[in-house]
């Protein structure tokens, strides 16, 4: 009963944690960062973080996982991540997140086709009713942000991949390995490929003012701050503990933080004004229906 309490914290927490960095990402490139750089600093924030406080950990990675350690980092942080950033110079991070939600499907089908992921017919069903819920969502948001180029909707789907990819494999080849010396491998070996981005991009970017219409607020807060949250608190703790509930449940289960996402990133909506439709309320209603089915004994 613990370790069942204990996961839905976990999904929980990761889902608050998670639905809030798409704000985070708007806030860093409405402050004059591009995708590359945004996603660099990001990752460059989480190593040094990391190697900070658990360079150690590096010697407990058996030899014979470290090619699983670095294939994680790739699929589960690397290629999202300058995904995501990418995306969200054309859509809302409202649509974003709820793309993000067809993570649980793809995990499905590629568990299934190449992992031997076993499931039943409760499981299917529920993860149908949350694509569903997605749907609405993305169909209100695009209704009410017209002028979007929803093609770059595109690069979230294939990162909805990754991370389905990525689950399937730490759950069967990375099981016995400490997801803190998981999330400190990922980040040692991204750093390279970060630093280079950057160097190739530029360190300097035009900083603009942020305006908060919702609180009526005028910020100068730097978007380097903001990218520092997202890095060290969105990326680096948080796998941490999404390694830990992948191992102490399944990759269905863990999947299922992405249908609570939009759901955070909606209140994030609504808190800054930027429009929430009785059909998102609907979507989030239809969404939390489906994961309740999925999970239910």
Sequence with gaps: MKSNNSKWFILLVLAVVWGSSFILMKKGLDGG???????????IFTSVFLLLIAGKEL?????????????????????????????????SSSISS??????????????????????????????????????ILVYAGASGNPSKNYWFALLVIVATWCYAANIN????????????????????????????????NGLDFQTTAQISEGLALTTNIHPLFYVAILGIIGTGLANIYFYKLIQMSSPIFASNVTYLIPI??????????????????????????GVYITNRK
């Design 33 to 43: 960062m591009n995708a590359y750089q945004l996603g660099a600093f990001r990752i």
């Design 59 to 91: 010697l407990k990675i058996n030899s014979t996982k470290i090619k699983y350690v670095i294939l994680a980092g790739l699929l589960g942080n690397f290629f999202p991540i300058f995904l995501f950033a990418l995306a969200q110079t054309e859509i």
């Design 98 to 135: 709820t793309l993000n939600s067809f993570t649980p499907l793809n995990t499905l089908i590629i568990g299934s086709l190449l992992f031997g992921l076993t499931f039943n017919r409760k499981q299917i069903i529920g993860l149908l009713i949350g694509i569903v819920g997605c749907l």
């Design 169 to 200: 494999m730490v759950k069967k080849y990375l099981s016995d390995v400490s997801p803190l010396a998981i999330t400190v491998g990922n980040f040692a070996f991204l750093l390279f490929p970060a630093l280079g981005i950057l160097l190739y």
């Design 264 to 289: 955070v990133a909606t209140i994030w909506s609504m808190i800054f004004n930027e429009g929430v439709t009785l059909l998102q309320v609907l979507g989030t209603v239809v969404i939390l229906f």
